[in-house]
Antibody, heavy 118, light 107 residues
């Protein structure tokens, strides 16, 4: 079955950088666009970024545009999120998500907690 | 961006009762709306997509309706495991957006 496992979360100082990884299995990873979605403590869900199956197109939320970069390595079934210039507002659990054929989120990882604090 | 407003923020009901949760969009999303259930410490689970289609494995007591700007998630008879937070999400246009969530709690 589909499995998504995030890693790379942790505590980082304001202005710092962090890279999240998502290891995918149980489906043909190279055939699917993938997403990152985050959830700040006690808050709702916020879509963060999307990358097409072939990495030719990427979309970002305005809140992260210019600071975060989504990428993938299809040969390794890996999805990444490079996060730069982090602020306290980026503190959240970050989920990688596989969509249904369209952009609804059918499968989710367990999440990686990112805490931005001095 | 399309803003989704969910109401009520909190809904207090008893097992066996019927629940109706609302999601209103700031502009038409057609039928491009989904509902998710989230329990504490867990990732969300897709319940309904394209306004009324149940995702794989979702019980028939969950149903979705609506189109355009007004949508409803109905749980016909609440089971103890249904008490959770529910989120709506639109995919009509970028950026993808979510509502702020409705907490369904046991009365």
């Amino acid at each position: 079955q589909v499995q998504l496992v995030e890693s790379g979360g942790g505590v980082v100082q304001p202005g710092g950088s962090l890279r999240l990884s998502c290891t995918a299995s149980g489906f043909t990873f190279r055939s699917y666009g993938m997403h990152w979605v985050r959830q700040a403590p006690g808050k709702g869900l916020e879509w963060v970024a999307h990358v097409w199956y072939d990495e030719t197109t990427k979309y970002y939320a305005d809140s992260v545009e210019g600071r975060f970069i989504i990428s993938r390595e299809n040969s390794k079934n890996m999805l990444y999120l490079q996060m730069n210039s982090l602020t306290a507002e980026d503190t959240a659990v970050y989920y990688c998500a596989k969509p249904l054929a369209t952009n609804y989120f059918e499968s989710w990882g367990q999440g990686a907690l990112v805490t931005v604090s001095s | 961006e399309i803003v989704l407003t969910q109401s009520p923020a909190t809904l207090s009901l008893s097992p066996g009762e019927r629940a109706s949760l609302s999601c209103r969009a700031s502009q038409s999303v057609g039928s491009h709306l989904a509902w998710y259930q989230q329990k504490p410490g867990q990732a969300p689970r897709l319940l309904i997509y394209d306004a009324f289609n149940r995702a794989t494995g979702i019980p028939a007591r969950f149903s979705g309706s609506g189109s355009g700007t007004d949508f409803t998630l109905t749980i016909s008879s609440l089971e103890p495991e249904d008490f959770a937070v529910y989120h709506c999400q639109q995919r009509r246009e970028w950026p993808i957006t979510f509502g702020q969530g409705t907490r369904l709690e046991i009365k």
